[in-house]
Protein backbone atom coordinates (compact mmCIF):
# COMPACT_ATOMS: atom_id res chain seq x y z
CA UNK A 1 0.00 0.00 0.00
CA UNK A 2 2.96 2.24 0.53
CA UNK A 3 3.70 2.78 -2.62
CA UNK A 4 0.03 3.04 -4.17
CA UNK A 5 -1.42 6.33 -4.71
CA UNK A 6 -4.42 6.63 -2.25
CA UNK A 7 -8.21 6.49 -3.96
CA UNK A 8 -9.38 9.03 -1.87
CA UNK A 9 -7.48 11.64 0.07
CA UNK A 10 -8.76 13.91 3.25
CA UNK A 11 -6.35 16.23 4.07
CA UNK A 12 -6.79 18.37 7.23
CA UNK A 13 -10.55 18.86 6.45
CA UNK A 14 -12.58 20.78 8.47
CA UNK A 15 -16.03 21.88 7.79
CA UNK A 16 -18.21 24.48 9.30
CA UNK A 17 -22.13 25.11 9.15
CA UNK A 18 -23.15 29.01 9.71
CA UNK A 19 -25.57 29.47 12.52
CA UNK A 20 -28.77 31.57 12.65
CA UNK A 21 -27.08 33.79 15.38
CA UNK A 22 -24.43 34.75 13.01
CA UNK A 23 -21.56 31.87 14.62
CA UNK A 24 -20.47 29.17 12.82
CA UNK A 25 -20.70 25.49 13.91
CA UNK A 26 -17.84 23.04 13.25
CA UNK A 27 -18.50 19.56 12.47
CA UNK A 28 -15.51 18.52 11.47
CA UNK A 29 -12.63 19.75 13.19
CA UNK A 30 -9.66 18.84 10.62
CA UNK A 31 -9.94 14.75 9.80
CA UNK A 32 -7.25 13.15 7.20
CA UNK A 33 -7.55 9.99 5.79
CA UNK A 34 -6.57 7.88 3.03
CA UNK A 35 -8.31 4.84 1.11
CA UNK A 36 -6.59 3.04 -1.66
CA UNK A 37 -8.25 1.03 -4.45
CA UNK A 38 -9.81 -2.39 -3.31
CA UNK A 39 -10.60 -1.75 -0.07
CA UNK A 40 -13.60 -2.46 2.47
CA UNK A 41 -14.01 0.31 4.82
CA UNK A 42 -16.55 1.02 7.35
CA UNK A 43 -17.13 4.27 8.78
CA UNK A 44 -19.23 4.56 12.60
CA UNK A 45 -19.87 6.83 14.70
CA UNK A 46 -22.98 8.40 17.38
CA UNK A 47 -25.49 10.38 16.00
CA UNK A 48 -23.94 13.75 15.62
CA UNK A 49 -20.24 12.52 15.47
CA UNK A 50 -19.11 14.29 11.83
CA UNK A 51 -19.92 10.49 10.11
CA UNK A 52 -22.79 12.16 8.15
CA UNK A 53 -20.89 15.05 7.07
CA UNK A 54 -17.98 13.35 6.61
CA UNK A 55 -19.73 10.85 4.04
CA UNK A 56 -20.84 14.40 2.14
CA UNK A 57 -17.59 15.35 1.33
CA UNK A 58 -16.35 12.00 0.14
CA UNK A 59 -19.61 11.69 -1.95
CA UNK A 60 -18.81 15.24 -3.51
CA UNK A 61 -22.21 15.92 -2.41
CA UNK A 62 -20.97 18.95 -0.42
CA UNK A 63 -16.97 20.52 -0.09
CA UNK A 64 -14.56 20.97 2.92
CA UNK A 65 -14.30 24.60 4.55
CA UNK A 66 -10.75 24.04 4.69
CA UNK A 67 -8.62 21.33 3.74
CA UNK A 68 -8.48 19.30 0.64
CA UNK A 69 -10.10 16.49 -0.76
CA UNK A 70 -8.09 14.71 -3.76
CA UNK A 71 -9.95 11.76 -5.68
CA UNK A 72 -8.10 9.90 -7.91
CA UNK A 73 -5.07 12.52 -7.32
CA UNK A 74 -7.11 15.61 -8.42
CA UNK A 75 -8.41 17.98 -5.86
CA UNK A 76 -12.01 18.66 -5.90
CA UNK A 77 -12.16 20.76 -3.18
CA UNK A 78 -12.92 23.87 -5.03
CA UNK A 79 -15.10 22.20 -7.97
CA UNK A 80 -18.27 24.23 -9.28
CA UNK A 81 -21.62 22.23 -9.09
CA UNK A 82 -21.97 21.07 -12.13
CA UNK A 83 -18.06 19.56 -11.96
CA UNK A 84 -18.95 17.83 -8.38
CA UNK A 85 -22.19 16.75 -10.31
CA UNK A 86 -19.61 15.20 -12.75
CA UNK A 87 -17.72 13.57 -9.86
CA UNK A 88 -21.02 11.85 -8.46
CA UNK A 89 -21.93 10.92 -11.75
CA UNK A 90 -18.79 8.93 -13.02
CA UNK A 91 -16.69 8.37 -8.92
CA UNK A 92 -19.38 7.62 -6.91
CA UNK A 93 -22.30 5.49 -6.23
CA UNK A 94 -24.69 5.88 -3.86
CA UNK A 95 -26.61 3.53 -2.03
CA UNK A 96 -29.04 5.27 0.62
CA UNK A 97 -30.96 3.85 4.00
CA UNK A 98 -33.73 4.68 2.23
CA UNK A 99 -35.65 6.72 -1.07
CA UNK A 100 -32.97 4.68 -3.36
CA UNK A 101 -34.71 4.57 -6.50
CA UNK A 102 -36.98 6.81 -8.78
CA UNK A 103 -40.57 6.32 -8.66
CA UNK A 104 -42.91 5.69 -11.45
CA UNK A 105 -40.06 4.03 -13.40
CA UNK A 106 -38.83 0.61 -14.18
CA UNK A 107 -36.04 -0.93 -12.45
CA UNK A 108 -34.09 -0.83 -15.39
CA UNK A 109 -34.87 2.87 -16.14
CA UNK A 110 -33.33 3.28 -12.27
CA UNK A 111 -29.94 1.66 -13.64
CA UNK A 112 -30.06 3.50 -16.51
CA UNK A 113 -30.19 6.45 -15.10
CA UNK A 114 -26.70 7.69 -14.37
CA UNK A 115 -25.48 6.56 -17.80
CA UNK A 116 -28.48 9.10 -19.19
CA UNK A 117 -26.59 11.71 -17.52
CA UNK A 118 -23.07 11.03 -18.93
CA UNK A 119 -24.38 11.02 -22.36
CA UNK A 120 -23.74 7.07 -23.21
CA UNK A 121 -26.12 5.82 -26.38
CA UNK A 122 -29.36 3.70 -25.77
CA UNK A 123 -28.35 0.38 -26.52
CA UNK A 124 -24.79 0.84 -24.45
CA UNK A 125 -27.14 1.96 -21.49
CA UNK A 126 -29.26 -1.15 -21.84
CA UNK A 127 -26.18 -3.11 -22.47
CA UNK A 128 -24.83 -2.42 -19.28
CA UNK A 129 -27.48 -1.90 -17.10
CA UNK A 130 -28.36 -5.28 -17.58
CA UNK A 131 -25.16 -6.64 -16.76
CA UNK A 132 -24.92 -4.77 -13.50
CA UNK A 133 -28.68 -6.39 -13.19
CA UNK A 134 -27.39 -9.87 -13.77
CA UNK A 135 -24.15 -9.21 -11.44
CA UNK A 136 -26.73 -8.47 -8.45
CA UNK A 137 -29.03 -11.07 -9.45
CA UNK A 138 -31.95 -9.27 -9.99
CA UNK A 139 -32.15 -9.30 -14.09
CA UNK A 140 -35.76 -10.67 -13.91
CA UNK A 141 -37.14 -7.60 -12.71
CA UNK A 142 -35.59 -5.27 -14.98
CA UNK A 143 -39.37 -4.45 -16.71
CA UNK A 144 -41.26 -4.13 -12.87
CA UNK A 145 -42.11 -0.70 -11.66
CA UNK A 146 -39.71 0.43 -8.99
CA UNK A 147 -42.34 0.80 -6.37
CA UNK A 148 -43.57 -2.67 -7.13
CA UNK A 149 -40.69 -4.90 -5.46
CA UNK A 150 -39.52 -5.18 -1.78
CA UNK A 151 -36.78 -3.29 0.13
CA UNK A 152 -34.31 -5.92 0.20
CA UNK A 153 -34.62 -5.93 -4.17
CA UNK A 154 -34.77 -2.20 -4.01
CA UNK A 155 -31.49 -2.59 -2.37
CA UNK A 156 -30.08 -4.73 -4.78
CA UNK A 157 -31.09 -2.26 -7.63
CA UNK A 158 -29.33 0.68 -5.85
CA UNK A 159 -26.31 -1.54 -5.65
CA UNK A 160 -26.74 -1.98 -9.68
CA UNK A 161 -26.94 1.47 -10.26
CA UNK A 162 -24.11 2.39 -8.08
CA UNK A 163 -21.69 -0.31 -10.31
CA UNK A 164 -23.15 0.75 -13.43
CA UNK A 165 -20.89 3.81 -14.31
CA UNK A 166 -17.69 1.43 -12.32
CA UNK A 167 -17.10 4.78 -9.99
CA UNK A 168 -13.85 4.87 -8.20
CA UNK A 169 -15.97 3.90 -4.63
CA UNK A 170 -19.28 2.81 -3.47
CA UNK A 171 -20.75 4.84 -0.86
CA UNK A 172 -23.18 3.08 1.27
CA UNK A 173 -25.01 5.10 3.84
CA UNK A 174 -27.01 2.82 6.20
CA UNK A 175 -27.90 0.66 3.04
CA UNK A 176 -29.37 -2.49 5.92
CA UNK A 177 -31.06 0.31 7.95
CA UNK A 178 -34.57 -0.33 6.99
CA UNK A 179 -34.48 -4.21 6.00
CA UNK A 180 -34.46 -7.10 8.37
CA UNK A 181 -31.80 -9.72 9.71
CA UNK A 182 -32.06 -12.04 6.85
CA UNK A 183 -31.98 -9.31 3.88
CA UNK A 184 -29.32 -7.13 5.42
CA UNK A 185 -27.04 -10.26 4.92
CA UNK A 186 -27.68 -10.55 1.77
CA UNK A 187 -26.81 -7.02 1.31
CA UNK A 188 -23.94 -6.90 2.65
CA UNK A 189 -22.80 -10.46 1.11
CA UNK A 190 -23.24 -8.69 -2.10
CA UNK A 191 -20.71 -5.76 -0.74
CA UNK A 192 -18.29 -8.65 0.24
CA UNK A 193 -18.48 -9.56 -2.64
CA UNK A 194 -18.34 -6.67 -4.76
CA UNK A 195 -15.33 -5.76 -2.64
CA UNK A 196 -13.19 -9.48 -3.83
CA UNK A 197 -13.89 -8.59 -7.15
CA UNK A 198 -12.18 -5.24 -6.65
CA UNK A 199 -14.57 -3.03 -5.83
CA UNK A 200 -13.92 0.03 -3.37
CA UNK A 201 -16.54 0.21 -0.56
CA UNK A 202 -17.02 2.65 1.61
CA UNK A 203 -20.43 1.65 4.50
CA UNK A 204 -21.32 4.32 6.70
CA UNK A 205 -22.90 2.32 9.94
CA UNK A 206 -23.68 2.34 13.30
CA UNK A 207 -24.68 -1.13 13.72
CA UNK A 208 -21.26 -3.04 14.73
CA UNK A 209 -22.14 -6.12 12.92
CA UNK A 210 -22.46 -4.77 9.87
CA UNK A 211 -19.24 -2.66 9.94
CA UNK A 212 -17.99 -6.10 11.57
CA UNK A 213 -17.97 -7.03 7.53
CA UNK A 214 -15.30 -4.63 6.58
CA UNK A 215 -11.52 -4.91 6.60
CA UNK A 216 -10.51 -1.90 8.41
CA UNK A 217 -13.23 0.37 10.96
CA UNK A 218 -13.03 4.00 10.83
CA UNK A 219 -14.49 6.07 14.10
CA UNK A 220 -15.25 9.49 14.31
CA UNK A 221 -16.18 11.03 17.49
CA UNK A 222 -17.04 14.89 18.19
CA UNK A 223 -15.85 15.72 14.44
CA UNK A 224 -12.77 13.89 15.23
CA UNK A 225 -11.15 10.55 14.03
CA UNK A 226 -10.69 8.18 16.92
CA UNK A 227 -9.56 4.93 15.43
CA UNK A 228 -9.05 3.69 12.32
CA UNK A 229 -7.99 0.55 12.46
CA UNK A 230 -7.64 -2.68 10.29
CA UNK A 231 -10.58 -5.17 11.50
CA UNK A 232 -9.79 -8.56 12.34
CA UNK A 233 -12.20 -10.69 11.59
CA UNK B 1 -54.41 22.86 -17.22
CA UNK B 2 -58.49 23.38 -17.40
CA UNK B 3 -57.44 27.28 -18.07
CA UNK B 4 -54.98 26.62 -20.65
CA UNK B 5 -57.97 23.98 -22.58
CA UNK B 6 -60.59 27.24 -21.78
CA UNK B 7 -58.18 29.74 -23.37
CA UNK B 8 -57.26 27.75 -26.40
CA UNK B 9 -60.75 26.24 -26.69
CA UNK B 10 -61.88 30.25 -26.85
CA UNK B 11 -59.80 31.36 -29.24
CA UNK B 12 -59.92 28.26 -31.99
CA UNK B 13 -64.06 28.42 -31.72
CA UNK B 14 -64.15 32.59 -32.29
CA UNK B 15 -61.57 32.51 -35.13
CA UNK B 16 -63.38 29.35 -37.01
CA UNK B 17 -66.51 31.03 -36.28
CA UNK B 18 -65.06 34.71 -37.56
CA UNK B 19 -63.87 33.12 -40.50
CA UNK B 20 -67.27 31.28 -41.25
CA UNK B 21 -69.14 34.30 -40.69
CA UNK B 22 -66.55 36.33 -43.05
CA UNK B 23 -66.85 33.36 -45.57
CA UNK B 24 -71.02 33.46 -45.62
CA UNK B 25 -70.74 37.32 -45.84
CA UNK B 26 -68.64 37.09 -48.93
CA UNK B 27 -70.63 34.51 -50.22
CA UNK B 28 -73.42 36.10 -49.66
CA UNK B 29 -72.27 39.80 -51.08
CA UNK B 30 -71.21 37.75 -54.41
CA UNK B 31 -74.86 36.70 -55.37
CA UNK B 32 -75.20 40.62 -55.65
CA UNK B 33 -71.89 40.96 -57.09
CA UNK B 34 -69.04 43.58 -56.36
CA UNK B 35 -69.40 45.06 -59.31
CA UNK B 36 -71.98 47.97 -58.15
CA UNK B 37 -72.96 50.65 -55.70
CA UNK B 38 -75.97 51.86 -53.64
CA UNK B 39 -77.03 55.44 -53.71
CA UNK B 40 -79.20 55.42 -50.57
CA UNK B 41 -81.04 59.29 -49.68
CA UNK B 42 -79.66 60.81 -46.04
CA UNK B 43 -76.52 61.21 -44.75
CA UNK B 44 -77.06 58.67 -42.18
CA UNK B 45 -79.07 55.46 -41.50
CA UNK B 46 -81.09 57.58 -39.22
CA UNK B 47 -82.03 60.10 -41.88
CA UNK B 48 -82.83 57.40 -44.66
CA UNK B 49 -85.38 56.01 -42.24
CA UNK B 50 -87.13 59.07 -40.92
CA UNK B 51 -87.80 59.04 -44.88
CA UNK B 52 -84.89 61.94 -46.10
CA UNK B 53 -86.45 62.71 -49.45
CA UNK B 54 -83.15 63.60 -50.80
CA UNK B 55 -82.87 61.19 -54.14
CA UNK B 56 -85.81 61.41 -56.30
CA UNK B 57 -86.43 60.66 -60.04
CA UNK B 58 -84.26 63.73 -61.44
CA UNK B 59 -81.38 61.92 -59.59
CA UNK B 60 -81.71 58.87 -61.62
CA UNK B 61 -82.31 60.59 -64.71
CA UNK B 62 -79.41 62.72 -64.19
CA UNK B 63 -77.24 59.37 -63.74
CA UNK B 64 -79.25 57.31 -66.70
CA UNK B 65 -78.02 60.56 -68.92
CA UNK B 66 -74.78 61.29 -68.01
CA UNK B 67 -71.67 60.48 -70.47
CA UNK B 68 -68.77 62.06 -68.83
CA UNK B 69 -68.74 58.72 -65.76
CA UNK B 70 -67.73 56.06 -68.40
CA UNK B 71 -67.48 52.96 -65.93
CA UNK B 72 -71.10 53.36 -65.35
CA UNK B 73 -72.82 50.72 -67.21
CA UNK B 74 -76.59 50.52 -65.58
CA UNK B 75 -78.70 52.85 -63.56
CA UNK B 76 -81.64 51.30 -61.46
CA UNK B 77 -83.89 53.25 -59.43
CA UNK B 78 -85.83 51.75 -56.48
CA UNK B 79 -88.59 52.88 -54.69
CA UNK B 80 -90.73 51.43 -51.99
CA UNK B 81 -94.01 51.30 -49.92
CA UNK B 82 -96.12 49.04 -47.85
CA UNK B 83 -99.40 47.70 -49.65
CA UNK B 84 -102.11 45.72 -48.70
CA UNK B 85 -102.94 42.27 -51.04
CA UNK B 86 -105.92 40.81 -51.59
CA UNK B 87 -106.76 37.69 -52.97
CA UNK B 88 -107.94 33.04 -53.27
CA UNK B 89 -109.48 34.42 -50.12
CA UNK B 90 -106.20 35.46 -48.05
CA UNK B 91 -105.40 39.03 -47.51
CA UNK B 92 -101.72 40.44 -46.15
CA UNK B 93 -99.33 43.22 -46.01
CA UNK B 94 -96.30 43.34 -48.21
CA UNK B 95 -93.31 45.16 -48.99
CA UNK B 96 -93.64 46.47 -52.58
CA UNK B 97 -90.78 47.77 -54.86
CA UNK B 98 -90.87 50.14 -57.67
CA UNK B 99 -88.01 48.61 -59.83
CA UNK B 100 -87.16 49.24 -63.44
CA UNK B 101 -86.50 46.30 -65.91
CA UNK B 102 -82.17 46.63 -65.38
CA UNK B 103 -83.17 45.93 -61.48
CA UNK B 104 -82.66 42.33 -62.35
CA UNK B 105 -79.13 42.74 -63.09
CA UNK B 106 -78.75 44.16 -59.69
CA UNK B 107 -80.92 41.70 -57.38
CA UNK B 108 -79.73 38.48 -59.98
CA UNK B 109 -83.05 36.79 -58.58
CA UNK B 110 -83.98 33.19 -60.35
CA UNK B 111 -86.95 33.59 -62.04
CA UNK B 112 -89.10 30.65 -60.63
CA UNK B 113 -92.41 31.45 -63.17
CA UNK B 114 -92.65 33.30 -65.67
CA UNK B 115 -90.80 37.15 -66.24
CA UNK B 116 -89.73 40.05 -64.18
CA UNK B 117 -90.78 43.61 -64.89
CA UNK B 118 -89.73 45.17 -68.39
CA UNK B 119 -89.24 48.79 -69.60
CA UNK B 120 -92.40 48.42 -71.63
CA UNK B 121 -94.74 47.57 -69.08
CA UNK B 122 -92.79 50.61 -67.03
CA UNK B 123 -93.50 52.80 -69.74
CA UNK B 124 -97.04 52.19 -70.17
CA UNK B 125 -97.72 51.86 -66.73
CA UNK B 126 -99.03 48.47 -66.57
CA UNK B 127 -100.60 47.28 -63.40
CA UNK B 128 -98.39 43.82 -63.39
CA UNK B 129 -96.94 42.56 -60.18
CA UNK B 130 -94.16 40.32 -59.59
CA UNK B 131 -94.30 38.36 -56.80
CA UNK B 132 -91.29 37.11 -54.49
CA UNK B 133 -91.60 33.44 -53.61
CA UNK B 134 -93.08 33.33 -50.63
CA UNK B 135 -95.70 36.07 -50.99
CA UNK B 136 -96.54 33.57 -54.40
CA UNK B 137 -96.75 30.62 -52.17
CA UNK B 138 -99.27 32.26 -49.58
CA UNK B 139 -101.42 33.51 -52.21
CA UNK B 140 -101.40 30.73 -54.76
CA UNK B 141 -99.67 27.51 -52.99
CA UNK B 142 -97.02 25.65 -53.57
CA UNK B 143 -95.84 23.84 -57.19
CA UNK B 144 -98.88 26.01 -58.82
CA UNK B 145 -97.85 28.82 -61.49
CA UNK B 146 -99.60 31.98 -60.43
CA UNK B 147 -98.81 33.90 -64.24
CA UNK B 148 -101.50 35.50 -65.70
CA UNK B 149 -103.65 35.08 -62.29
CA UNK B 150 -104.92 38.34 -60.77
CA UNK B 151 -104.05 39.72 -57.40
CA UNK B 152 -105.97 43.32 -55.41
CA UNK B 153 -103.23 45.55 -54.56
CA UNK B 154 -104.53 48.66 -52.65
CA UNK B 155 -107.80 47.92 -54.25
CA UNK B 156 -106.50 47.95 -57.92
CA UNK B 157 -106.26 44.40 -59.75
CA UNK B 158 -103.09 43.62 -60.96
CA UNK B 159 -101.80 40.85 -63.15
CA UNK B 160 -98.70 38.80 -61.94
CA UNK B 161 -96.02 38.17 -64.61
CA UNK B 162 -93.92 36.47 -62.83
CA UNK B 163 -92.51 34.70 -59.18
CA UNK B 164 -88.58 35.19 -58.23
CA UNK B 165 -86.76 33.74 -55.62
CA UNK B 166 -83.12 33.91 -54.22
CA UNK B 167 -81.64 31.06 -52.47
CA UNK B 168 -78.98 33.71 -51.05
CA UNK B 169 -79.97 34.99 -46.93
CA UNK B 170 -79.14 38.43 -47.28
CA UNK B 171 -80.80 38.77 -50.60
CA UNK B 172 -83.94 36.28 -50.50
CA UNK B 173 -84.71 37.71 -47.08
CA UNK B 174 -86.54 41.01 -48.45
CA UNK B 175 -86.20 39.42 -52.88
CA UNK B 176 -88.46 36.08 -51.59
CA UNK B 177 -91.31 38.27 -49.42
CA UNK B 178 -91.48 41.39 -51.51
CA UNK B 179 -93.68 42.41 -54.61
CA UNK B 180 -92.26 43.81 -57.50
CA UNK B 181 -93.55 46.72 -59.99
CA UNK B 182 -93.07 48.90 -62.47
CA UNK B 183 -91.58 51.94 -61.02
CA UNK B 184 -94.24 54.54 -62.41
CA UNK B 185 -96.53 52.85 -61.12
CA UNK B 186 -95.76 52.40 -57.72
CA UNK B 187 -94.90 56.22 -57.37
CA UNK B 188 -97.76 56.78 -59.17
CA UNK B 189 -100.55 54.79 -57.58
CA UNK B 190 -98.44 53.65 -54.24
CA UNK B 191 -96.83 56.43 -52.69
CA UNK B 192 -98.13 59.34 -54.47
CA UNK B 193 -94.04 61.06 -54.84
CA UNK B 194 -91.19 60.82 -56.79
CA UNK B 195 -88.37 60.20 -54.39
CA UNK B 196 -86.27 57.38 -54.56
CA UNK B 197 -85.48 55.01 -51.43
CA UNK B 198 -82.39 53.29 -53.46
CA UNK B 199 -80.35 53.92 -56.62
CA UNK B 200 -78.18 50.71 -57.84
CA UNK B 201 -75.46 51.41 -60.23
CA UNK B 202 -73.47 48.77 -62.27
CA UNK B 203 -70.27 49.38 -63.33
CA UNK B 204 -68.19 48.04 -65.78
CA UNK B 205 -65.02 47.62 -64.16
CA UNK B 206 -65.00 46.91 -60.46
CA UNK B 207 -61.13 47.38 -59.95
CA UNK B 208 -61.94 51.64 -60.70
CA UNK B 209 -65.30 51.16 -58.69
CA UNK B 210 -64.11 53.47 -56.08
CA UNK B 211 -63.01 56.17 -58.40
CA UNK B 212 -66.65 55.84 -60.16
CA UNK B 213 -67.94 56.68 -56.37
CA UNK B 214 -66.39 59.63 -56.25
CA UNK B 215 -67.23 60.70 -59.26
CA UNK B 216 -71.14 59.86 -58.76
CA UNK B 217 -70.64 61.62 -55.81
CA UNK B 218 -69.49 64.81 -57.36
CA UNK B 219 -72.24 64.77 -59.83
CA UNK B 220 -75.03 64.43 -57.18
CA UNK B 221 -73.78 66.85 -54.90
CA UNK B 222 -73.80 69.50 -58.24
CA UNK B 223 -76.97 68.35 -58.89
CA UNK B 224 -78.52 68.87 -55.11
CA UNK B 225 -76.68 72.33 -55.25
CA UNK B 226 -74.39 71.22 -51.94
CA UNK B 227 -71.77 74.02 -50.93
CA UNK B 228 -68.28 72.59 -50.09
CA UNK B 229 -68.35 72.82 -46.47
CA UNK B 230 -72.35 70.98 -47.19
CA UNK B 231 -72.35 67.50 -45.55
CA UNK B 232 -73.55 64.92 -48.36
CA UNK B 233 -76.97 64.41 -48.49
CA UNK B 234 -76.67 60.83 -49.67
CA UNK B 235 -74.73 57.61 -48.40
CA UNK B 236 -73.01 55.73 -50.91
CA UNK B 237 -71.91 52.19 -50.24
CA UNK B 238 -70.12 49.21 -52.02
CA UNK B 239 -70.97 45.51 -51.57
CA UNK B 240 -67.09 45.83 -51.09
CA UNK B 241 -67.29 48.49 -48.45
CA UNK B 242 -70.03 45.75 -46.84
CA UNK B 243 -67.77 43.05 -47.15
CA UNK B 244 -64.23 45.53 -45.76
CA UNK B 245 -67.05 46.47 -42.76
CA UNK B 246 -68.23 43.22 -41.91
CA UNK B 247 -64.37 41.72 -41.77
CA UNK B 248 -62.98 45.14 -39.42
CA UNK B 249 -66.12 43.84 -37.29
CA UNK B 250 -64.94 40.34 -37.31
CA UNK B 251 -61.37 41.58 -36.70
CA UNK B 252 -62.26 43.53 -34.09
CA UNK B 253 -64.61 40.45 -32.42
CA UNK B 254 -61.68 38.38 -32.99
CA UNK B 255 -59.38 40.60 -31.09
CA UNK B 256 -61.39 40.94 -28.18
CA UNK B 257 -62.40 37.04 -27.44
CA UNK B 258 -58.16 36.52 -28.05
CA UNK B 259 -57.99 38.91 -25.70
CA UNK B 260 -60.52 37.72 -23.21
CA UNK B 261 -58.84 34.27 -23.62
CA UNK B 262 -55.62 35.63 -23.31
CA UNK B 263 -56.22 36.37 -19.86
CA UNK B 264 -57.47 32.72 -19.85
CA UNK B 265 -54.61 31.37 -20.80
CA UNK B 266 -52.51 33.82 -17.79
CA UNK B 267 -54.58 32.03 -15.86
CA UNK B 268 -54.23 28.84 -16.56
CA UNK B 269 -50.42 29.66 -16.61
CA UNK B 270 -50.51 30.73 -13.26
CA UNK B 271 -52.72 27.30 -12.36
CA UNK B 272 -49.78 24.80 -14.08
CA UNK B 273 -47.08 27.20 -12.28
CA UNK B 274 -48.54 26.44 -8.72
CA UNK B 275 -49.29 22.53 -9.62
CA UNK B 276 -45.31 22.63 -10.88
CA UNK B 277 -44.03 24.00 -7.87
CA UNK B 278 -46.46 21.79 -5.95
CA UNK B 279 -44.71 18.92 -7.81
CA UNK B 280 -41.25 19.95 -7.15
CA UNK B 281 -41.67 20.08 -3.11
CA UNK B 282 -43.76 16.57 -3.36
CA UNK B 283 -40.65 15.20 -5.08
CA UNK B 284 -37.85 16.90 -3.40
CA UNK B 285 -35.96 13.88 -2.20
CA UNK B 286 -36.12 12.69 -5.65
CA UNK B 287 -34.71 15.68 -6.87
CA UNK B 288 -31.82 14.78 -4.29
CA UNK B 289 -31.47 11.53 -5.55
CA UNK B 290 -31.10 12.84 -9.25
CA UNK B 291 -28.78 15.19 -8.01
CA UNK B 292 -26.66 12.63 -5.96
CA UNK B 293 -26.42 10.57 -9.24
CA UNK B 294 -24.75 12.81 -11.35
CA UNK B 295 -27.58 15.63 -12.43
CA UNK B 296 -26.43 18.59 -13.12
CA UNK B 297 -28.54 21.71 -12.54
CA UNK B 298 -29.40 22.03 -16.23
CA UNK B 299 -30.46 18.68 -16.45
CA UNK B 300 -33.13 19.11 -13.73
CA UNK B 301 -34.46 22.59 -15.01
CA UNK B 302 -34.59 20.71 -18.63
CA UNK B 303 -36.93 18.15 -16.82
CA UNK B 304 -38.90 20.23 -14.64
CA UNK B 305 -39.30 22.52 -17.80
CA UNK B 306 -40.34 19.41 -20.21
CA UNK B 307 -43.06 18.55 -17.74
CA UNK B 308 -44.56 21.69 -17.77
CA UNK B 309 -44.51 21.96 -21.76
CA UNK B 310 -46.39 18.97 -21.51
CA UNK B 311 -48.83 19.91 -19.22
CA UNK B 312 -49.50 22.63 -21.37
CA UNK B 313 -49.25 20.73 -24.72
CA UNK B 314 -52.06 18.85 -23.71
CA UNK B 315 -54.13 21.12 -22.12
CA UNK B 316 -53.53 22.96 -25.86
CA UNK B 317 -54.18 20.27 -27.84
CA UNK B 318 -57.24 19.72 -25.88
CA UNK B 319 -58.67 22.91 -26.11
CA UNK B 320 -57.83 22.70 -30.32
CA UNK B 321 -59.99 19.64 -30.65
CA UNK B 322 -62.60 20.99 -28.32
CA UNK B 323 -62.62 24.71 -30.27
CA UNK B 324 -62.67 22.40 -33.56
CA UNK B 325 -65.66 20.44 -32.19
CA UNK B 326 -67.15 23.43 -31.14
CA UNK B 327 -67.15 25.19 -34.50
CA UNK B 328 -67.77 22.66 -36.53
CA UNK B 329 -71.32 22.39 -34.16
CA UNK B 330 -72.02 26.18 -34.59
CA UNK B 331 -71.20 26.11 -38.30
CA UNK B 332 -74.23 23.32 -38.58
CA UNK B 333 -76.31 25.57 -36.27
CA UNK B 334 -75.70 28.57 -37.80
CA UNK B 335 -75.46 27.38 -41.56
CA UNK B 336 -72.21 28.91 -42.03
CA UNK B 337 -68.94 27.14 -43.63
CA UNK B 338 -67.05 25.70 -41.61
CA UNK B 339 -63.57 26.61 -41.46
CA UNK B 340 -60.41 25.76 -39.88
CA UNK B 341 -57.73 28.20 -39.85
CA UNK B 342 -54.64 26.26 -39.85
CA UNK B 343 -52.30 28.99 -38.66
CA UNK B 344 -54.48 30.11 -35.73
CA UNK B 345 -54.12 26.04 -34.71
CA UNK B 346 -50.33 26.69 -34.85
CA UNK B 347 -50.54 29.96 -33.61
CA UNK B 348 -52.48 28.05 -30.48
CA UNK B 349 -50.09 25.13 -30.00
CA UNK B 350 -47.53 27.96 -29.86
CA UNK B 351 -48.59 29.84 -27.01
CA UNK B 352 -49.54 26.66 -24.85
CA UNK B 353 -46.08 25.66 -25.48
CA UNK B 354 -45.08 29.41 -24.22
CA UNK B 355 -47.30 28.77 -21.66
CA UNK B 356 -45.66 25.91 -19.94
CA UNK B 357 -42.15 27.78 -20.72
CA UNK B 358 -42.85 31.31 -18.90
CA UNK B 359 -45.30 29.49 -16.42
CA UNK B 360 -42.37 26.19 -16.01
CA UNK B 361 -39.30 28.48 -15.96
CA UNK B 362 -39.68 29.42 -12.00
CA UNK B 363 -40.64 26.30 -10.73
CA UNK B 364 -38.14 24.62 -12.71
CA UNK B 365 -35.49 26.33 -11.60
CA UNK B 366 -36.21 26.21 -8.04
CA UNK B 367 -36.25 22.56 -8.54
CA UNK B 368 -32.49 23.10 -10.26
CA UNK B 369 -31.24 25.25 -7.26
CA UNK B 370 -32.09 22.41 -5.19
CA UNK B 371 -29.06 21.50 -2.53
CA UNK B 372 -28.30 17.74 -3.05
CA UNK B 373 -27.86 17.08 0.93
CA UNK B 374 -30.65 19.29 1.79
CA UNK B 375 -32.88 17.69 -0.79
CA UNK B 376 -32.04 14.24 0.13
CA UNK B 377 -32.53 14.76 3.91
CA UNK B 378 -36.04 16.61 3.10
CA UNK B 379 -39.14 14.84 5.23
Redesign the interface.
Known amino acids: MANREPLIQLENVKKCFPLADGEFYEALHGISLEIYEGEFVAIMGPSGSGKSTTM ?1 IL ?1 A ?2 VPSSGHYKLRGKDISLYT ?2 QL ?2 V ?3 E ?1 G ?1 V ?1 QS ?5 RITVLDNVE ?2 MM ?2 GIKPTERTRRAMEALERVEIADKAENISNHISGGQIQRVAIA ?1 AIV ?1 NPAIILADEPTGNLDTKMSEEIVALFTSLNKAGRTIVLITHEPDIAAHAKRIIRIVDGNIVSDAIHKK | MLGVIIGITSVILIYSIGQGAVAFITNELSSFGTDYFQINPGSNQMSAIAGSNALSMEDYETLKGDTSITNIKEVSPFSMGSVNIDGNDVEDDALAYGVAQNAIDILRPDITYGEFITDEQDLNSEHVVVLGEEVAKKFFGEETSPVEESLNINNRTYRVVGVVSSSSVLAGGFLNNAIFLPISVLQDQITGEEALQEIDISVHDPEIINQTIEDVKTLLREEHQLKEDDEDDFRIQSAKDMLETTKTITSLLTAMVAAISGISLVVGGVGVMNIMLVSVTERTREIGLLKAIGAKERDILTQFLFESIVMTFIGGLTGIVLGISGAFLVSVVLHIPFIVSIPAVLLAVGVSAAVGILFGIYPARRAARLSPIDALQYQ
Do not use: K, Q
Not at chain 1, 99 to 103: H, I, K
Open positions: HGLDNDAERNRIFFFNLLPRPYARM
